[in-house]
């Protein structure tokens, strides 16, 4: 029967390391043992001035196609997810179709923040279904290190930049997407946002940059731990129990890579070893929508994953938007 596979995945990270021990030398007041303690992040990498989230988007695909034996001819659809497009107008997707020479494959972009690589699998997986698509490149990539106020200890040190990406069609074998599940709050979206360049604050002004309104703002973190930590579980516990399978019995949970006492307390919570959770945020820090697409092609390519497993992506973002996917790896 035919489903949802998942033909390829590819990921990029650029080659310039930004560490603690550099931030620090920054003039940031902060040290390693601080950062490592609240977050689990080591270091993370840092797109050059001239690089742009399409770029970081290309490389990924690249490796995506290599992986599925398919070239950019092939794609009959584009969707990036991402908040930090090459610019407002056109779309970070339409920038990527050029670069691929994709002339066919129609192309936009998806915000939902770092939810985003499962907000657009979901997209895919509707055009796939009613058959308005055949073959889609789904990329989720970032540059998040230009919406940082590098004087905010709290926030600075999270982000990182890079891309991840997934080629889908329906077939009748290899790695299939089971389901996918999205939710969304927007009363609560307030807690994590950047409030300048939308029609909000527009045009940009010297009074919107000297309010640093043009950065992104984590505001209550506690209570935004808080609720990833429960939105976390909730959407494990939602596919587990779609597939009617026990959430024990899921081999990997590869997660939006936001914090590591995080996920510390989603596995007590779900008495889970932590063995089973995949981690990439020590080496990349939070990649916004790319981190569980980058940290699924790392598993793949790195023998983790094995044939038949069972593997979780749930994802929690602002906007707030959260939700999950689960694959079974044939």
């Known amino acids: 029967m035919e489903r949802i ?19 620090q030398k920054m003039g940031l007041d902060t040290t390693d043992d601080w950062i490592v303690q609240r977050t689990g992040v080591r270091e993370r990498r840092i797109a050059a001035p001239e690089v742009t989230t399409s770029d970081l988007g290309y490389e990924a695909a690249l490796k995506a196609f290599d992986m599925a034996g398919l070239t950019a001819k092939d794609l009959d659809l584009i969707i990036v997810a ?16 050029a670069k691929l020479d994709a002339p066919q494959a129609v192309t936009f972009d998806i915000a939902a923040a770092c939810s985003g690589f499962i907000f ?13 698509a055949k073959c889609v490149l789904v990329v989720a990539a970032e540059v998040m290190t230009r919406t940082l106020d590098w004087t905010d200890r709290n926030s600075c040190i999270l982000w990182g930049d890079g891309a991840g990406a997934a080629v889908l069609s329906l077939g009748n074998g290899g790695p299939e997407i089971l389901s996918t599940h999205l939710h969304t709050d927007g009363v609560n979206g307030q807690d994590l946002l950047m409030p300048g360049g939308g029609s909000k604050t527009t045009p940009i002004s010297h009074e919107s940059v000297d309010k640093k309104l043009h950065v992104l703002k984590l505001i209550e973190a506690n209570a935004s731990f808080r609720v990833a930590v429960r939105h976390f579980v909730n959407s494990i516990k ?3 129990k779609h597939n009617n399978v026990a959430v024990e ?9 936001a914090n590591l006492r995080m996920f510390q307390s989603i596995a007590k919570t779900l008495n889970l070893p932590m063995d089973r959770f995949y981690v ?11 981190s ?3 940290a699924l092609d790392e598993a793949v390519r790195d023998g983790s994953i094995q044939k038949n497993d069972l593997i979780c992506l749930p994802v929690f973002g602002g906007g707030l938007t959260w939700g999950s996917a689960l694959i079974r790896w044939h």
Do not use: M
């Not at 657009?120 to 308005?132: H, I, R, S």
């Not at 019995?249 to 890579?257: A, E, L, M, S």
């Open 238 to 240: 939602e596919s587990a």
């Open 82 to 97: 991402t908040i930090t497009p090459d610019t407002c107008c056109p779309a970070a997707a339409n920038w990527l179709q």
């Open 120 to 132: 657009a699998l979901n997209v895919a997986e509707q055009y796939l279904k009613t058959g308005a």
């Open 292 to 294: 569980c697409a980058i």
């Open 5 to 23: 596979r998942i033909l390829g995945t590819g990921s990029y990270v650029p080659p310039k390391v930004l560490s603690n021990a550099d931030l």
């Open 249 to 257: 019995d899921i081999n990997w949970f590869i997660p939006h890579q």
């Open 280 to 290: 990439t945020l020590d080496r990349y820090g939070n990649i916004s929508s790319a």
